[in-house]
């Protein structure tokens, strides 16, 4: 008896070490899944992850076998979940608090009887090295030869191990070669272009990038901000002109500018008004939602009282003496002169008329339904004289209604003494003026179906008019006398912005600015027409001079009829240095933290006040030897009037820029025309 129970024993026991030896055998772990933005690396060997979480999920077969499933990272356990439909196993790992590096994640799969498989993998927490560009900043006109800077640095305890800057314009398309710093983990781009930049230029650069961990990088960024589309990469113009005078200086592309201030836009999509004496930059608000508005940026207008501005997503936004006003407004911005500004509705079925100092809003027109295209100009008077697509005249105050002619009724304009307009009917646009004398004067036709091609000021008005093959530009006088100012092979065109259609090309004796075959021109009756420098920017009459805004630069037009001046510097003072333009950038750089932010480029008034001559060691950029901990030479100061050629200007310089600033007189009528 006593044997047959030992030997039935010993069959239990046989029975149970093979049903557990089976249930081993059986568990298996595989056909791991990574979610999101846990990826494997291209070896399949392991994987990296670049947020604060792994989404993952693993089978664990069979099925019906398998008690529980957990994973283990980093020293983190975390429990994994079931799935009835697919039966497979899921976790989100919390690595929030986990370094960044790699670390083994390791999946212990129990079976019913408790015991454990298990299955490693290498998942590196990661970040993507940091990557910018230096110079030229966003939005930077470029007056000499400037050094492309760009650096990548390695999240530790990743380095940098490929780095590239890619450099296009119209006439280059460069890669610049990095090269590993003093600093470990990092790389500099740090080189002149092969030939000279040349006026014209507008000049992207895209970085692209290698770790040796995370896949390429290739994108141009903003400041830290996410990868940008081609279509809204940040962009350096290149104006060397030795007509052009730089004398400001701003964080941001320029979208407007007085005597006292500058109206700009920067690469974070703030936006900014410079005091123009005191260089004090007020921040007044973000525009957000999308990065390519910043290359769109001329809707907006300086008024007496504050700023009116409309964003490229639809919404007009209006500041009085710094403060915002809260209301915002859908349509379209279309006129400013002086505090007042006329918008319509997103349908073009509303019009009113606001005035920024009173806070009086007047609906001008309501024509619910109406898809019909609104045009509008403001007199300084207050009169409004305004066009629709679905009549042939102009609308003027108490009823007047201007010509009849066929076509549509593009863009009137009033200098507050004659009113003009232009009728398209496909194949040209007929322009017609109107005097105070109430005679209609045929100016020509052209090929064009564009609503800039009048300029009305001060009793002159310059058109466009064909000469049987091209668009020339022609001058009526306030006596009536008629000059044609160009006569190129090519078709000529007008210098103008969206909100000053019609009045910033013509100067308050005649002069016209205009633009042909990518050069700006001044036209004057019986000379030829003088070359002032590309075609980039926007060119502006403003109390009694020619200005060019490009991108964060105010040029000021020295023409033969005006020669160039230049501030000489002050005894004691630091000369002018060779080179213009380059960027100061620090080439040291301190261990980052996890996760830390980094953001080279300066928000504030901080890129106002720099000295106004560079280190000594730099006084020859292309001599220069690049250590490591040196800088480039300076740009000029932002109020220094700098020619192209010299950069920088002595301190009392700009104290006598400035003081020349605050006599100009505010009495121009400020109009606007979209």
């Given at each position: 008896m006593h044997s047959s129970r030992t030997l039935i024993g010993c069959a239990v026991a046989s029975w149970m070490l093979l049903s557990t030896t089976t249930a081993l055998a059986e568990v298996v772990l595989d056909q791991i899944q990574?979610?999101?933005?846990?990826?494997?690396?291209?070896?399949?060997?392991?994987?990296?992850?670049?947020?604060?979480?792994?989404?993952?999920?693993?089978?664990a077969i069979p099925y019906e076998d398998v008690s529980f499933v957990e994973a283990e990272y980093a020293g983190v356990t975390t429990p994994l979940t079931f799935n009835d439909y697919n039966h497979r196993y899921y976790a989100k790992i919390d690595t929030s608090t986990v370094p960044y590096g790699p670390h083994t994640l390791t999946f212990i799969a129990y079976d019913k009887l408790g015991q454990a498989r298990t299955k490693?993998?290498?998942?590196?927490?990661?970040?993507?090295?940091?990557?910018?560009?230096?110079?030229?900043?966003?939005?930077?006109?470029?007056?000499?030869?400037?050094?492309?800077?760009?650096?990548?640095?390695?999240?530790?305890?990743?380095?940098?191990?490929?780095?590239?800057?890619?450099?296009?314009?119209?006439?280059?398309?460069?890669?610049?070669?990095?090269?590993?710093?003093?600093?470990?983990?990092?790389?500099?781009?740090?080189?002149?272009?092969?030939?000279p930049l040349q006026s014209g230029e507008v000049l992207t650069v895209r970085l692209e990038a290698m770790d040796g961990v995370g896949p390429a990088w290739s994108g141009t960024p903003i400041g830290g901000a996410p990868v940008l589309y081609d279509g809204s990469l940040p962009r350096a113009y290149v104006e060397r002109s030795p007509k052009l005078t730089a004398v400001q200086r701003t964080p941001g592309a320029i979208i407007d500018f007085d005597a006292?201030?500058?109206?700009?836009?920067?690469?974070?999509?703030?936006?900014?008004?410079?005091?123009?004496?005191?260089?004090?930059?007020?921040?007044?608000?973000?525009?957000?939602?999308?990065?390519?508005?910043?290359?769109?940026?001329?809707?907006?207008?300086?008024?007496?009282?504050?700023?009116?501005?409309?964003?490229?997503?639809?919404?007009i936004f209006m500041w009085k003496d710094g403060a915002r006003d809260q209301t915002r407004r859908k349509g379209r911005l279309d006129a400013v002169n002086g505090d007042t500004f006329l918008w319509t509705g997103a349908d073009?079925?509303?019009t009113i008329v606001h005035t920024i100092s009173t806070g009086i809003a007047t609906s001008l027109g309501l024509d619910p339904g109406s898809a019909s295209q609104f045009q509008a100009d403001i007199a300084a008077s207050g009169g409004i004289y305004y066009s629709t697509y679905e009549e042939p005249w102009i609308h003027g105050p108490?009823?007047?209604?201007?010509?009849?002619?066929?076509?549509?009724?593009?863009?009137?304009?009033?200098?507050?003494?004659?009113v003009a307009g232009r009728w398209w009917n496909g194949p040209v646009s007929s322009s017609y003026l109107y005097t105070a004398d109430g005679e209609e004067v045929f100016l020509g036709d052209s090929r064009t179906g564009d609503a800039?091609?009048?300029?009305?000021?001060?009793?002159?008005?310059?058109?466009?008019?064909?000469?049987?093959?091209?668009?020339?530009?022609?001058?009526?006088?306030?006596?009536g006398d008629e000059y044609q100012l160009s006569d190129f092979a090519t078709p000529s065109q007008f210098d103008q912005q969206e909100l000053r259609v019609g009045?910033?090309?013509?100067?308050?004796?005649?002069?016209?600015?205009?633009?042909?075959?990518?050069?700006?021109?001044?036209?004057?009756?019986?000379?030829?027409?003088?070359?002032?420098?590309?075609?980039?920017?926007?060119?502006?009459?403003?109390?009694?001079?020619?200005?060019?805004?490009?991108?964060?630069?105010?040029?000021?037009?020295?023409?033969?009829?005006a020669p160039a001046f230049h501030l000489a510097a002050s005894p004691g003072e630091a000369a002018p240095v060779d080179a213009e333009d380059e960027e100061r950038y620090d080439l040291t750089l301190t261990a980052l933290a996890p996760g830390?932010?980094?953001?080279?480029?300066?928000?504030?008034?901080?890129?106002?006040?720099?000295?106004?001559?560079?280190?000594?060691?730099?006084r020859d950029p292309r001599a220069a030897t690049h250590t490591g901990t040196g800088a480039p030479d300076e740009e000029p100061s932002a109020a220094a009037a700098c020619s192209v050629g010299q950069a920088a200007c002595s301190g009392r310089g700009v104290a006598l820029l400035s003081a020349a600033l605050l006599g100009l007189s505010l009495s121009r009528r400020r109009r606007g025309q979209r």
């Open positions: 990574f979610y999101g933005r846990t990826t494997w690396r291209k070896d399949y060997k392991s994987a990296i992850s670049d947020l604060n979480t792994i989404d993952v999920s693993i089978a490693q993998y290498t998942v590196h927490k990661y970040a993507p090295p940091r990557v910018w560009v230096t110079s030229p900043r966003p939005n930077r006109a470029l007056t000499g030869d400037t050094r492309i800077a760009a650096t990548c640095v390695g999240v530790p305890p990743y380095s940098c191990t490929q780095f590239k800057a890619r450099v296009r314009s119209q006439v280059r398309d460069e890669v610049l070669v990095g090269v590993p710093s003093s600093v470990p983990g990092r790389m500099d781009v740090l080189q002149y272009l092969s030939s006292t201030r500058v109206l700009f836009i920067d690469h974070g999509l703030q936006v900014g008004v410079v005091d123009r004496m005191t260089q004090q930059v007020t921040w007044l608000a973000e525009l957000t939602l999308h990065h390519e508005w910043m290359h769109k940026p001329g809707q907006g207008a300086l008024t007496p009282s504050g700023v009116v501005m409309q964003a490229w997503y639809g919404y073009d079925d509303e108490g009823e007047i209604r201007l010509g009849s002619h066929p076509g549509y009724v593009q863009r009137p304009i009033t200098d507050g003494t004659n800039a091609g009048l300029l009305l000021h001060a009793g002159y008005a310059a058109y466009l008019k064909r000469d049987g093959a091209v668009n020339q530009v022609w001058l009526r006088t306030p006596a009045h910033d090309g013509i100067s308050d004796t005649g002069e016209v600015m205009f633009l042909n075959n990518k050069k700006r021109y001044i036209g004057r009756p019986g000379a030829a027409p003088e070359e002032i420098g590309s075609d980039l920017g926007h060119g502006r009459w403003f109390d009694g001079d020619w200005y060019v805004t490009l991108g964060d630069t105010l040029f000021k037009v020295a023409s033969t009829e830390e932010p980094l953001d080279p480029w300066t928000r504030a008034g901080d890129l106002l006040h720099k000295p106004d001559a560079s280190p000594a060691s730099f």
